[in-house]
C-alpha cells in the first residue's frame, strides 16, 4: 500500500470572502475547521484526481461549533446548518468537484491514525482520500492522505506486521510531526508500520 499527502496550515480569516466563495452558499456562516477545509481544498485542487472515495476524520468533529450553537440559543435551521459534519464534506466537494461516497469519523487524538491502519488492512483496490482537519493553537491542520495500491507518486511505504507492540504515544498531531520532520523511520500502529521514502 501507498500513501501520498499534503499538509497545510490554514489561518481562519473570514473578513475578505474567499476565491472560492461563490461556490459555497453562505460561506461565511462555516465554522473554523469547515472554513479551512474549503481554503486548503481550493489550494490542493491537483491532488484529488483518481479518487474513489473520501474520509473526513478530527479529533472532535463538529461537537464543539453544535455546543456553541445550543449555548449561543440560536435555533434558526439557518444557523445550525453549518455546523454538521456532512457540511465539511459538501464545502470539499463544491470546490472539488468530487462526486462519490463520503464518511464523517472523530475519535479523538488517534482519529486519523486508525482511520489509515483500518484502511490499509483492508487492501482495497479504491483509492481513497482521507482528511484530517484539527485546530492547534490557532492554526487549522488541515492534512490530505491519499491511499492506495498503485499511486504514480507516493511519500510512504505501508506494511502489515504481527505481533509488534502497539506505541500507545503515538497520535494524529505526532504522525504529522513525523511526517513533517523525519527523513526515514518506522511507526508502527495496530500493527501497520510507515516508513517515509521521499
Same mark, same amino acid.
Given at each position: 500500500?501507498?500513501?501520498?499527502?499534503?499538509?497545510?496550515?490554514?489561518?481562519?480569516?473570514?473578513?475578505? @470572502?474567499? $476565491?472560492?466563495?461563490?461556490?459555497?452558499?453562505?460561506?461565511?456562516?462555516?465554522? !473554523? /475547521?469547515? %472554513? #479551512? *477545509? =474549503?481554503? &486548503?481544498?481550493?489550494?490542493?485542487?491537483?491532488?484529488?484526481?483518481?479518487?474513489?472515495?473520501?474520509?473526513?476524520?478530527?479529533?472532535?468533529?463538529?461537537?464543539?461549533?453544535?455546543?456553541?450553537?445550543?449555548?449561543?440559543?440560536?435555533?434558526?435551521?439557518?444557523?445550525?446548518?453549518?455546523?454538521? @459534519?456532512? $457540511?465539511?464534506?459538501?464545502?470539499?466537494?463544491?470546490?472539488?468537484?468530487?462526486? !462519490? /461516497?463520503? %464518511? #464523517? *469519523? =472523530?475519535? &479523538?487524538?488517534?482519529?486519523?491514525?486508525?482511520?489509515?491502519?483500518?484502511?490499509?488492512?483492508?487492501?482495497?483496490?479504491?483509492?481513497?482520500?482521507?482528511?484530517?482537519?484539527?485546530?492547534?493553537?490557532?492554526?487549522?491542520?488541515?492534512?490530505?492522505?491519499?491511499?492506495?495500491?498503485?499511486?504514480?507518486?507516493?511519500?510512504?511505504?505501508?506494511?502489515?506486521?504481527?505481533?509488534?507492540?502497539?506505541?500507545?504515544?503515538?497520535?494524529? *498531531?505526532?504522525?504529522?510531526?513525523?511526517?513533517?520532520?523525519?527523513?526515514?523511520?518506522?511507526?508502527?500502529?495496530?500493527?501497520?508500520?510507515?516508513?517515509?521514502?521521499?
Amino acid at each position: 500500500m501507498q500513501i501520498d499527502y499534503r499538509l497545510t496550515e490554514i489561518p481562519f480569516d473570514k473578513r475578505t @470572502p474567499p $476565491v472560492w466563495g461563490e461556490k459555497v452558499n453562505r460561506w461565511h456562516q462555516l465554522d !473554523g /475547521e469547515s %472554513f #479551512c *477545509l =474549503a481554503q &486548503a481544498t481550493y489550494e490542493n485542487l491537483d491532488f484529488f484526481e483518481g479518487i474513489d472515495r473520501v474520509f473526513v476524520v478530527g479529533a472532535e468533529g463538529s461537537t464543539p461549533t453544535d455546543r456553541k450553537f445550543v449555548t449561543d440559543r440560536k435555533f434558526s435551521p439557518s444557523h445550525f446548518v453549518h455546523t454538521l @459534519p456532512n $457540511v465539511r464534506s459538501l464545502s470539499f466537494s463544491l470546490i472539488s468537484g468530487f462526486e !462519490g /461516497e463520503v %464518511f #464523517c *469519523l =472523530a475519535g &479523538a487524538s488517534k482519529s486519523l491514525m486508525r482511520t489509515l491502519s483500518q484502511m490499509i488492512q483492508l487492501d482495497s483496490e479504491k483509492s481513497s482520500l482521507v482528511i484530517n482537519i484539527n485546530q492547534h493553537e490557532e492554526i487549522f491542520l488541515c492534512d490530505f492522505y491519499k491511499v492506495g495500491t498503485s499511486l504514480s507518486k507516493y511519500k510512504l511505504e505501508v506494511n502489515i506486521f504481527k505481533n509488534i507492540e502497539v506505541n500507545e504515544t503515538i497520535n494524529d *498531531l505526532s504522525f504529522r510531526n513525523f511526517l513533517t520532520n523525519s527523513e526515514q523511520v518506522t511507526m508502527d500502529f495496530n500493527h501497520v508500520g510507515f516508513r517515509k521514502i521521499v
